[in-house]
Structure formats: C-alpha cells, structure tokens
C-alpha cells in the first residue's frame, strides 16, 4: 500500500541512483525535514531544547561519526572524547582568536582539526587490528584529556582551567553565550546536522564508502583486490573525526557554553557514543539517529518516572538509571544485535507486502 | 651510590609492586579472554563488587536498605552484627560464584557465536548494571575495607635498605602482601590448569572450542567455572586495591589500568599479564619520576597507554600472544 517499488518507474541512471529511490522513503524524509525545519523551532521551549533536542541533534552528529569508523570501516575506536574535546578546543581557540569571522566556519574548522588529530591516531590501525585497536584509541582519549588540562595555552590561560563560549553570531542571532535563544540554537544544530547527515549518507553510499565496508568485511581480501587500505583506513579516521570534532565543537559552545575537559569529554562519553552506534546500528546512519535519540531520551523519561513520579532520592534513582541502563543494553545486544535500524528494516519489509502477507 | 639513582631504585621498587598489583586485574580478563573469547570489560567492575559485598558482609550491612528505605519509609542499615573477614570473603567467594551462574545464564548462553564487538558491548552493559547494582545494594559511600592486611610502610625493607645502600627504601607493606598473593595466586592457577580434570578442559577449550565440544566437554559448564576464577581473581584484586585506597567507584577503573597491560602481555598470556604489568608498573612510575616534572605532571593517565601503543606498532600480537596468521 504505502512502500513500493512497483509502478515507480526509473528512466534515467539519474533516478535509478539518487539517495532514497523508494517514493515513499522520499516523501518521508521531506516530511521529517519540513517538521524538523518548519514546526519544531515554533513550539521548542528552553526546557525541552537544553534536554532533549539540542543534545540529541549533537550525539546523534558524533554517533554518525564514530558509525563511519566503526559500523562502515568495522575500526573501533574508544576515544570518540578525546576527539570530541579536540574540537571543542579547537573551536574555543578559534573563537577567541578570531572573533569576526562566523562562529559556522569556526565549527567546521574545529572538525577539520579533529580530522588531522584523527588520522594522527588513526595510524597505528594499519598495523594493529581488533580490540588492541580499540584499547589502542583510548591512548588518544587520555592522552588528549591530560593535554588540554595541563597546558594552559588551550584554555586561554584562564584561571579556573575551563572553556567558555564567547557570544558569538550567526546573520545576527546569537547561537552562543548566554542570551542565545531555545530556536536559534536548535536550529545552528540542526543545520549541522543535516549537512552532516547528508554528507555521511552519501559517502557511504559512493565509492569511498565501498572501500570502508570491504575493509571491515576482511581487510585482506580487500587489499588483494586493489583496496588501498592506507587510504581507505586513514579517509574513514578523517571523515570520523571530522563528524566528531564538530559534533565537540558544538557540544562546547551551544550546549555546554563552558565546559572542563575531564568531566564533559571523559572516557564516559566514549562508551556513551559506542552504545549509541551499537544499538542504533552499525553501518546505519538511520541507526545514529535512532541511537542517539534513545539513548538522550531514556534518562530524561527515567529521571521524570524515578524522581518526579515516584519522589525516590536523586542519588539511588541515578544508580537505578545506570542498572536499567545497562540491563536494556544486554538486552538488547541479545534480541537485536543489529539496532534499531535492523527493526526499522524488518517493520519496512513488512510494509512492502502489507495488507497481503505472501 | 648518588642520591637520585638510590630515588630510581626505590622508584622502581615501588613500580614493581604497582606493576603486580595491575596484573591481578589483568589477569581476571586473560582468563576469560582465553577460554570464551570475550574481552571482558567488566572486570574492573568485578573487583568493585566483589569488594563491597566483602565489606557489606563483614559489617553487617542490610542489602538494598537505601532502596526499601525509598520505598517503605524505614530507616534500616545494619543488622547490627559482624562477621569475621575469613566467613566474609568465604562468602563473597560464594556470591562471586552465584554471579558467574547468573551471567552465564542470563547473558552469556544468548550471546554464544555472536561477532566479537557484540559480546564486549555486552560486558560493558553488564558493567554499568553490576555498577548501579552495587551502588543499590550496598549504598554509595566509601568504604573502608580491613581484613587484617598489614599497612604502612614496611620496616624490614627500611631497615634492611639502610644497611645496605646507607637510604632506607619506602614499601608499602600491603604492596609486599600484594606481591605474595599474586605469586600463590599464580602459582595456584598454574597448578590447577595443568593437573585437575577441570583445568586440562579449561585449557582445551581455550584451545579450540569446537574440538573441545567435540570430545564431550560442557562449554557452559567450563564457561561458569571460569567466570567464577575470574570472580575469586576480582575479590583479590578488589580485596588489595580496597584496602590501599577504599572501595568506591574509582576501584572499577582498575580495569582502565589492566587494559595496556593486556595490550603489551598479549590478550592469552596469563604470564604476559604478569610481565606486561610489571613493565607498565616501572615504566608509568619511572617516567613520572623522570619526565613527570617537565611536563606538568600526571602522566601515569595516559603513559601505559602510549607505551602500550607504540610497542603494539612493532608486535602487533603483543609480547607472548599468538601470533597472528590470517587467511582470506
């Protein structure tokens, strides 16, 4: 009834090859772009974009990221923030180096920083393989950690050894500091996002993506037919890091406004991001979003249901949000090891045949 | 002897017996690694439980008092007796067990041929369960753990050191307990793999899991028995690490610490864990001595890692892993 290939006739390659060929996916994605973009910025109130939808548009960037790297180059990596604070820190230094110029250019500098760094740490993934990979990258997360709080140069010298975000516009509206409003933020996030979203999309679908999953499926086999796993693992660690600078570099200046690098971009929001792209999906970029917005909203509906609900003290409803946490994560990994988007594609299967099950 | 080779001596001294301490974490995720091929993060978590429900025993606490009290209003802690820290860790050891018998049925049963990356998240998601789990059971607070170990610094090694050099070296003692315990526990281990009936199917499943099941031996049996050694090698660790600094969250991230050890020992190797942590252990306090005041200080966070890092680059198998063949 609603998803078909049949009667949907393609006459140029054009077509045939565009992101979504299916109509119905194509009208789907307009319609969630013409509500992201059209009607939530209406309603978004403070509450609602500081605890939901600012830090869902941000994790649901750097689980993008960290899905390039993981889920689409099968390289896993546990210092997603390490590099989320290389963009922060990037971004900070930028701004207050150079306030003219549009805090938008400051961010996606910031993420071209990170995609250096990136491929800095990414090299040793050309000689070690696997889980010493995945201890490997947690090198970079201490390391990075310890770097920006012990020399002073990043944080501007300032005495508290924080960050803060200066005001800072975009056409005129504040996006960072103190007097920016609900929409604005929402709305620099949301562009961010979308260019992202599109940009990952596509690649993984184009040649370079190719690369990424034959080196995930056997990095040797790939190599013996004309993969250059030089450049294919070195491009994934780039593309990665650039998501994820950016998605620090925003995570620092929209969301946070001021931020200490152990605490905001410790190990835990390594592991964080990981659960993100594991339940999500790997290699799915659908999957990153349903991750990250699973993952933001399940503690707000915890906290509201534990505190507000059932009036428990704030510090055995956090240990009972980290038990059911992690119990929802075991669970999952033993119904759907594949993520939500694998049930996104079974319910799509489904609705191909639908209301005529054979 | 010049005063600062006397201080890198007593460095490397102190190093070691870190080292040691590092390897009892290590040890725990060899054991696992070798016999079901799950890289089990939640070691570290392991110890921490392991080490609350020690003291929570030994006190005399009520499980889960925080929560009934929520829930019902009451004012519980204590049921107002102690026991003594032999019937304790006894008891614990036993809880460790029920533990390993629980994830094994409940996790690890489902998970069986699942890829490699889905069976570490799932021990990350067991982590922060057992984590919270703890935290519910026993309450958050630090807790001080004595079993009777000896503290301070130890007077025979000052002594003996003066005489010696004419500068009395500072140990811990515990750090010498530490070190004893690791050597039985070792030693123990050894002896148990190469001689019991048990041990012989420990090692044959670590071999080949399939030949093993092939010639009649219970994978889940052997999987609940080594994730109940790996449970008792937490209580040890938990046990010495909780009496050196207290048991709270900080204790779970041992297994931060273990993981460049493992990476330079070679994930199979339970003697590489042993000499992958003595290396880190003098190689982490000796460049803090020497390079640490240059550079801000600090750097036992991050300096395991990096050198764990650079040795990979050269043997990418770590020190005594298997070596690596791959096929297409």
Known sequence: MFYREAGDFKTTYREDSQTFPIKFDRLRFYAVLAVAYGVIPLFINDYWANAVAVPFLIYAIAAIGLNVLVGYAGQVSLGTGGFMAVGAYACYKLMTAFPEVSIFVHVLLAGGVTAVVGVLFGLPSLRIKGFYLAVATLAAQFFLVWLFNKVPWFYNYSASGQITAPDRTVFGVFVTGAQTSAMAKYMFCLVMLTIVAVLARNLTRGMVGRKWMAIRDMDIAAEIIGVNPLTAKMTAFMVSSFFIGIAGALFFSVYLGAAEVGEAFGIQKSFLILFMVIIGGLGSIFGSFAGAAFLVLLPVLLKNLLVGALNWPTDLAAHIELMIVGALIVVFLIAEPHGLAQLWRVAKEKLRLWPFPH | ?328
């Open chain 2, 1 to 328: 002897m010049p005063d600062q080779l006397l201080y890198a001596m007593e460095v490397t001294l102190n190093g070691l017996m870190a080292g040691v301490m590092y390897a009892l974490v290590a040890l725990g995720f060899v054991l696992i690694y070798k016999a079901s091929g799950i890289f089990n993060y939640a070691q570290g978590v392991l110890a921490l439980f392991a080490a609350l429900t020690l003291v929570g025993i030994q006190q005399g606490q009520v499980p889960f008092a925080h929560l009934i009290n929520a829930v019902t209003g009451g004012h519980l802690t204590h049921f107002g007796w102690t026991v003594p820290s032999v019937l304790a860790i006894i008891l614990t050891a036993a809880v460790m067990v029920v533990l390993a018998i629980v994830i094994e049925k409940l996790v690890l049963k489902h998970l069986v041929n699942q890829a490699p990356i889905i069976l570490f998240m799932a021990t990350i998601g067991m982590a922060y369960f057992l984590e919270g789990f703890g935290d519910v059971m026993w309450g958050a607070d630090i807790k001080k753990l004595d079993v009777g170990l000896p503290q301070g610094i130890s007077d025979t090694v000052e002594g003996l050191t003066d005489r010696i050099f004419g500068y009395g070296f500072f140990v811990d003692n515990l750090d010498i307990v530490a070190t004893v315990v690791a050597i039985l526990l070792v030693t123990a281990l050894t002896l148990f793999s190469q001689y019991s009936k048990q041990g012989r199917a420990l090692r044959a499943v670590a071999d080949d899991h399939q030949a093993a099941l092939s010639v009649g031996i219970s994978l889940r049996f052997i999987w609940i028995l080594v994730w109940s050694i790996a449970g008792f090698v937490a209580l040890v660790a938990g046990i010495m690490w909780g009496s050196k600094s207290g048991v709270q969250f900080s204790l779970s991230l041992i297994a931060l610490k273990a993981l460049p050890v493992l990476m330079l020992g070679g994930f199979t190797s339970i003697p590489g864990a042993i000499v992958g942590g003595l290396i880190i252990g003098v190689g982490e306090k000796l460049f803090e001595f020497l390079a640490g005041p240059l550079i801000g200080g600090a750097t036992e966070n991050w300096f395991a890692y990096v050198l764990a890092l650079i040795f990979l680059v050269f043997r990418p198998q770590g020190l005594f892993g298997e070596k690596i063949i791959e096929r297409v």
